[in-house]
């Protein structure tokens, strides 16, 4: 017992402090610790969008419905949604290094659980583990990168971190086609298990543990009660409402429930000694507008490219692991550019990288409204490309922004609002984009198909083709003659088309309002205050 504390007391580094002689070595080398959080973090991106391409294969094998498969990743991503924050604070209070390698061994543990069951339920329970285990390591990621590179390193080693997560993010769909395709569903998630091993050993050998001086040493469990109300009944709210319908009672419900505990989140943070999130953090205009910006981000970009996979995958009849590879250019623009936007931002400061990214994503979503049945790969390639070139800035941006206007005691609860507030707007942008594209073809998919003169549909019938439709299927019953059923393809896909497209230009004016917001923000005021934990 002696021993462990003396290693815990011998690992941890207040802030600020002269670079301990260990640091120069494995454990607490910058570089380093970016690559073995990376791994982690890696894991975590992977599993939001690796997952979707093997859904089909598991209804099929589980006998699961559609609404099951669905709870798959709305699992996933409403626990991730709901924690993150909180397990920011647990960063905070007990050490990023103790917060990362719980969350990479249990994200590996539930993986695993996940290959190993019979039964959608199970797999449904698991996903929500990996959400919360996922939550404890992002933001543990973020706070231990603060904590060990200097000032002027830490936009470039964000840079390289926003990498990872982009790339992971969108090189998802490409292997998971493989491993569904050349292997099983199940590879998709045994997969992690050596990777979070990796990712373990490299964490208790290279990690060292950070924690400020005047860390929180409480905890404000009213506070985190309302929080999570608040994130989970918003969430929830995003989610249903496609199914429920947006006029619905249980939608607006929830909302309001959302909005009641953030307003007395919000009272009670004012009166609590140690709070889970100083509201003084907001007083701060750059670190608001940073998570504003996340958010608009977000809501443009995993909205827009919920319904391109569709129109790759539905509309040119794709297999998965080819639009995958039609998703390359976004991939790797992304890869390339993150790096290359953290040295500029360290040069030049947030603002004209962070407006000028927003640019890019607008042009893109615009250039992505005109895509057409017909359109070819290499126009396709090059609004992809614009795309990963106006997301890479604003990754590496937005987040030294968050993290870098906080106190170094609170980087943890930053790092939580900068993956929170992503969270947010993607399921914000795939429930109001899915809304906008379900009222499009709703209004003119009975006329379209009146025009083509195909045979009337019943209500309930055109009700079932309109579902069909919005992820870009034609509602082709069995033994059609084959000159109808290529009319009712033509239908289907342009009525789906005119849905993306609009879809699309509301994201481009998302992006459009985010030019705005970015050109409020500003280098982070305590990007210093972690300067002297490591020498480089």
């Known amino acids: 017992m002696t021993s462990q504390i003396t290693v815990d007391k011998a690992d941890r580094v207040p802030e600020p402090g002269p ?20 791994i982690g973090v890696m894991m975590v991106a992977l599993d939001g969008t690796i997952v979707a391409i093997a859904n089909p294969a598991i209804q099929k094998d589980l006998s699961a419905s559609f609404a ?41 543990a539930a993986s695993g659980a996940i290959g190993l069951s019979d039964s959608i339920a199970f797999v449904i329970t698991f996903r929500v583990f990996q959400g919360l285990f996922g939550a404890l390591l992002m933001p543990a ?44 569903w199940q590879s998709v998630f045994f997969i992690n298990v050596p990777v979070g091993v990796i990712a373990l050993v490299l964490g208790l050998v290279i990690l060292l543990d950070h924690r400020a001086e005047n860390a929180p040493r409480s905890f404000d469990i009213l506070g985190i009660v309302l929080l999570s109300g608040a994130m989970f009944c918003l969430v929830w709210a995003l989610i249903k409402a496609p199914a429920w319908g947006w006029g619905d009672g249980k939608t607006w419900a929830f909302l309001a429930a959302a909005v009641l505990c953030f307003v007395l989140f919000a009272l009670w943070e004012t009166r609590v000694a140690e709070p889970l999130i100083p509201l003084g953090l907001f007083r701060s205009v750059p670190l608001s507008a940073g998570v504003v910006l996340m958010v608009l981000m977000a809501i443009a970009f995993m ?77 396709m390639s090059v609004w992809f490309a614009l795309l990963g070139l106006g997301l890479a800035p604003v990754m590496v941006g937005a987040t030294e922004v968050i ?12 790092g939580g609002l900068q993956q929170a507030a992503m969270q947010i707007g993607g399921s914000l942008g795939t429930a109001v984009l899915g809304a906008v594209m379900a009222s499009k073809v709703d209004n003119d998919l009975a006329g379209n198909w009146a025009d083509a003169k195909l045979p009337p549909l019943t209500a309930g019938q055109l009700d079932q083709a309109s579902e069909a439709v919005q992820v870009g299927v034609a509602p082709v019953p069995d033994q059609t003659p084959a000159a109808i059923a290529a009319k009712i393809t033509d239908v289907a ?31 982070g005021e305590n990007a210093e205050a972690g300067a002297g934990a490591a020498h480089i």
């Open 141 to 184: 990621a973020l706070g231990l990168l603060r904590a060990t590179f200097p000032a002027e390193k830490l936009n470039m080693a964000i840079g390289i971190w926003g990498m990872v997560i982009g790339a992971s993010t969108a090189g998802g769909p490409i292997l998971g086609g493989l491993l569904v395709q050349h292997v099983s």
């Open 493 to 523: 896909h342009d009525t789906f088309i005119s849905g993306m497209s609009l879809a699309c230009l509301v994201a481009a004016g998302v992006a459009v309002v985010a030019i705005f917001v970015a050109l409020l923000t500003k280098r």
């Open 68 to 108: 099951d498969v669905q709870w798959i990743t709305n699992g996933y991503f409403l626990a991730l949604a709901v924690t993150l924050i909180t397990a920011g604070k647990l960063g905070d209070r007990f050490g990023h290094r103790q917060t990362f390698l719980i969350g990479v061994v249990g994200f590996a």
């Open 403 to 414: 993290v870098g206007n906080a106190p170094m005691e609170l980087s943890g609860v930053a």
């Open 19 to 38: 670079a301990p002689a260990s640091a120069k070595g494995l454990r607490g080398h910058p570089w380093l610790t970016l690559f073995s959080v990376a």
């Open 303 to 379: 909205g827009g490219l919920f319904f391109v996979t569709f129109y790759l995958q539905n509309v040119h009849g794709m297999s998965p692991v080819d639009s995958g590879l039609h998703l390359l250019p976004l991939t790797g623009m992304m890869i390339v550019a993150s790096p290359l936007a953290g040295a500029m931002i360290t040069k030049v400061g947030p603002r004209i990288p962070l407006a000028g990214g927003m640019v890019c994503t607008a042009l893109a979503m615009y250039g992505m409204s005109t895509l057409e049945a017909g359109t070819g790969s290499g126009i």
